[in-house]
């Protein structure tokens, strides 16, 4: 069965300093990769995906992830934080050969920049 | 081109009534899916649907619940005799394939008084 896990509920970074949100998943096939943003009592904006292709892959807003197949882990970066990245994130995933189209979500993590 | 509508944006419903969530997908998604997420909680799957099919239900409670996404018109998300537990948002998003990003509309709240 597919899983996503979250492990920090919240993460706390100073301005200007680099973030990173950690993410493992776990499926049976090849996974499909996602993150998305959550801001106060609105929906997920997509922020960015891996499919194939390079490993290292770029989003919206600065942000990159990087995808480890032998650690399945999907971690998001960004350089330099911006006190406006403060917000819940969401990494997902999809079983791309299972025929399983469904995202499952991880529980989220906050991200608080401080100023 | 517009993004995923849902509406309401806010519906609050006695216990016993009926709520029915309404979601519009971006033009030329023909994939949606709904989720319910809970204050502080996560995005729990319920259903997705392609049009006038049902594909994945796994995720839906198995009495009072139903989804239905017709040849014509929007998704639609039904909930039977609502009880206090069903209040949550409900998230719909949509695709236009199985191979891309899924995008997700704003949300509906509903509160069980």
């Known amino acids: 069965a597919q899983s996503v896990a979250q492990p920090e509920d919240q993460v706390n970074v100073a301005e200007g300093n680099p973030l990173t949100v950690k993410c493992t998943y776990s499926?049976?096939?090849?996974?499909?990769l996602f993150w998305y943003v959550q801001y106060p009592n609105r929906g997920l904006q997509f922020l960015l995906k891996?499919?194939?292709?390079?490993?290292l892959v770029k989003g919206s807003y600065g942000f990159e992830a990087e995808f480890n197949k032998s650690q399945t882990s999907f971690h998001l970066k960004k350089p330099s934080a911006l006190v406006s990245d403060s917000a819940l994130y969401f990494c997902?995933?999809?079983?791309?050969?299972?025929?399983?189209?469904?995202?499952?979500f991880g529980t989220g993590t906050r991200l608080k920049v401080l100023a | 081109n517009a993004g995923v509508m849902q509406n309401p944006r806010h519906l609050v419903r006695r216990r016993g009534q009926e709520a029915r969530l309404r979601c519009s997908p971006m033009?030329?998604?023909?994939?949606v899916y709904w989720y319910r997420q809970l204050p502080e909680e996560g995005l729990k799957f319920m259903v997705y649907?392609?049009?006038?099919?049902?594909?994945?239900e796994s995720g839906m409670p198995k009495e009072r619940f139903s989804a239905e996404f017709p040849k014509e018109g929007p998704s639609i998300l039904r909930i039977q005799q609502v009880v206090r537990g069903d209040s949550a948002a409900y998230f719909c998003?949509?695709?236009?394939?199985?191979?891309?990003?899924?995008?997700f509309g704003q949300g509906t709240r509903l509160t069980v008084v």
């Open positions: 998003a949509s695709s236009p394939n199985t191979n891309t990003e899924a995008f």
């Open positions: 499926v049976s096939g090849n996974p499909y």
């Open positions: 891996y499919i194939t292709g390079d490993n």
């Open positions: 997902a995933v999809r079983d791309g050969a299972s025929g399983t189209y469904k995202y499952i």
């Open positions: 033009k030329g998604h023909s994939h």
């Open positions: 649907l392609q049009k006038e099919n049902i594909i994945d």
